[in-house]
C-alpha cells in the first residue's frame, strides 16, 4: 500500500536557519504530495501541494519540489522564523475519481522548533 | 465561513464511560472524515462519510468505536465503553468534492482514565 517516511525529528534551528525536512513516498500511479503543518493546539492546515512530476509547491516561503525519479518530496526554508514552530506532516493523495476518494496518507510528522 | 468546528476540545472520562465527539463541517462540503491522533501511531483515519454515508469504516480500531452522520452538517464519533488506550486527539476534517484540500478542526483531545 502507500506510505510516507519523513525525517525523524525534533529538528531544532536558530532563527534564520535554513530548513530542510525530507519525506520520501510510496506509491501505485501518480499521486499528489502536500505538506500540512499543525501549529500547537490546532488541526492541521495545508501549507503547500504539488500535483505532478516536477511541480514545485510554495507557500509562506516554503518549497517543495515533486521528484519522480527519486520519489521525494523535500521541504525547504531559506531563513525560519520563530514562528515556523510547529509540526509538519508530509502526505500523499491518490488520484481522486472513480473508485477512488482521494484517500490521505501522512507521514508520522516532524517538530520543528526555532529558537530566537 | 467559521471552518470546521468540533465540540469538546478536551473531554476527560473515566474508564467505562460513553464519550461522543461531535463535528461540523464547513458548509458545502459533502466528506467528512474522522482522524485520530496519538504519538505512537501518528495520524489514523477512522472513517470517512461521502454525502452523509459512511464509505469506509476499516480504520475503526474496534465495535466500541461508532460514528453517525445524520445530516450535512453533523456528525458524531461514539465510544463505549471507553478504556484508557483511548486517549487521543481526535480530528474532524471536511472536504468538497474530489478536490485535494482537507481543512481540519481544531481537535478533542480525550483523556480516559
Known amino acids: 500500500g502507500d506510505s510516507v517516511t519523513q525525517m525523524e525529528g525534533p529538528v531544532t534551528l536558530s532563527e534564520e536557519a535554513f530548513l530542510t525536512i525530507n519525506c520520501t513516498y510510496t506509491a501505485t500511479g501518480y499521486p499528489s504530495l502536500f505538506w500540512y503543518v499543525q501549529y500547537p493546539g490546532e488541526g492541521l492546515q495545508l501549507l503547500l501541494k504539488?500535483?505532478?512530476?516536477?511541480d514545485k509547491g510554495s507557500n509562506k516561503g516554503f518549497e517543495a519540489t515533486y521528484r519522480k525519479e527519486t520519489t521525494s518530496f523535500h521541504l525547504e526554508k531559506g531563513s525560519v522564523q520563530v514562528s515556523d514552530s510547529a509540526v509538519y506532516f508530509c502526505a500523499l493523495s491518490d488520484r481522486a475519481g472513480g473508485t477512488s476518494y482521494g484517500k490521505l496518507t501522512f507521514g508520522q510528522g516532524t517538530i520543528l522548533t526555532v529558537h530566537p | 465561513d467559521a471552518g470546521v468546528i468540533q465540540s469538546p476540545r478536551h473531554e476527560v472520562t473515566e474508564m467505562g464511560q460513553e464519550v461522543t465527539l461531535r463535528c461540523k463541517p464547513i458548509?458545502?462540503?459533502?466528506?467528512l472524515f474522522w482522524y485520530r491522533q496519538t504519538m505512537m501511531r501518528g495520524l489514523e483515519l477512522l472513517i470517512y462519510f461521502n454525502n452523509n454515508v459512511p464509505i469506509d469504516d476499516s480504520g475503526m480500531p474496534e465495535d466500541r468505536f461508532s460514528a453517525k452522520m445524520p445530516n450535512a452538517s453533523f456528525s458524531t464519533l461514539k465510544i463505549q465503553p471507553s478504556e484508557p488506550r483511548d486517549s487521543a486527539v481526535y480530528f474532524c476534517?471536511?472536504?468538497?468534492?474530489?478536490?485535494?484540500?482537507?481543512?481540519f478542526g481544531p481537535g478533542t483531545r480525550l483523556t480516559v482514565t
Open positions: 458548509s458545502g462540503h459533502d466528506y
Open positions: 504539488a500535483t505532478k512530476a516536477d
Open positions: 476534517a471536511s472536504r468538497r468534492g474530489l478536490t485535494y484540500e482537507q481543512y
